[in-house]
């Protein structure tokens, strides 16, 4: 399965949105999106604008993503589909961000904030035969709307990580526990990045874990504390981690130009969370 930043597989035309904070009021609105292979389940038809918890619970056998994108320009859930499916099809999407690589049995969550207009839900780790999920149709669609009411806004986070050309950097040193924390895109070289947070599995070290990334064949030497998908530059989102005593990396596994991850160009940072 080749996870992370494969929303590389369709040719995207990523319009940034320009979103900043939002000032309105009340708690963020959760919205549970249930995983399958290859199918999405419990997809709102229409949600309030503003901020909202955003969880997937990943049910299938396969690792799963969810890339969330407003669908712009006349552009359809069916284009995107036929894109998937290497018809050459321009589409204009503005990815606002998501939740990654959720392994079977898992769930992981990510607050989004969510303007006005028409969204995709969509899978686009690359299966063995190089498909991406969203090919096989693990794809849906919601509408956000303004009902009148003051939109929600986002929660307080206790951390920040500012993603650069190539660079991971936290506000604070990690600690155990719960954590909301604010992943900023901060690259003035206009490139897109996502992140995972990953604990290493005793007897591993982070370069396993990144040598799993090559081919994914085998069990994954690590847990996904926490993921959000890829980021346009001046965008943000925030992640739920829960974070136990433990060796940890936190990475980029978007692809550059040369083929290569982010990661291996050092956008990879190693911490340790203790008692």
């Known amino acids: 399965m080749k996870a992370g930043a494969a929303v590389a597989a369709v040719t995207l035309a990523v319009a940034a949105c320009g979103r900043g904070d939002r000032a309105g009021e009340g708690a963020a609105q959760p ?3 249930i995983a399958a292979d290859y199918a999405y389940s419990n997809v709102p038809d229409t949600v309030q604008t503003g901020w909202h918890d955003v969880r997937i619970v990943n049910r299938g056998r396969h690792p799963h993503m969810a890339v969330i994108a407003r669908l712009d320009s006349g552009t359809t859930l069916n284009d995107v ?4 499916r290497g018809n050459k099809v321009r589409l204009v999407l503005t990815e606002v961000g998501g939740v990654n690589n959720v392994m079977a049995g898992d769930s992981l969550e990510t607050a989004i904030d969510l303007p006005v207009g028409r969204y995709l839900v969509g899978c686009f780790i690359i299966d063995s035969a190089g498909r991406p999920h969203i ?3 693990m794809a849906a669609s919601f509408v956000v709307a303004d009902a009148g009411a003051p939109a ?18 936290f506000a604070n040193a990690p600690v155990a526990g719960r954590h909301r924390i604010r992943v900023e895109n901060s690259d003035t070289a206009r490139v897109n990045h996502d992140l995972l947070l990953l604990r290493i ?13 090559a081919t994914e064949n085998d069990v994954a030497p690590f847990t996904v504390a926490a993921a959000t998908t890829g980021l346009p530059p001046g965008l943000h989102d925030d992640i739920q981690a829960d974070l136990v005593p433990g060796r940890y990396v936190a990475l980029c596994v978007m692809s550059a130009p040369d083929g290569r991850r982010h990661f291996a160009h050092g956008m990879m940072t ?5 008692d």
């Open 31 to 33: 919205i549970r999106i």
């Open 81 to 84: 589909m036929a894109a998937a």
């Open 135 to 137: 090919a096989d149709g």
């Open 152 to 169: 929600a806004a986002e929660p307080a986070a206790d951390d920040t990580v500012r993603l650069t050309s190539f660079q991971i950097s």
């Open 201 to 213: 599995d005793d007897g591993k070290t982070a370069q396993d874990a990144m040598a799993w990334f």
């Open 270 to 274: 190693e911490f340790t969370v203790k």
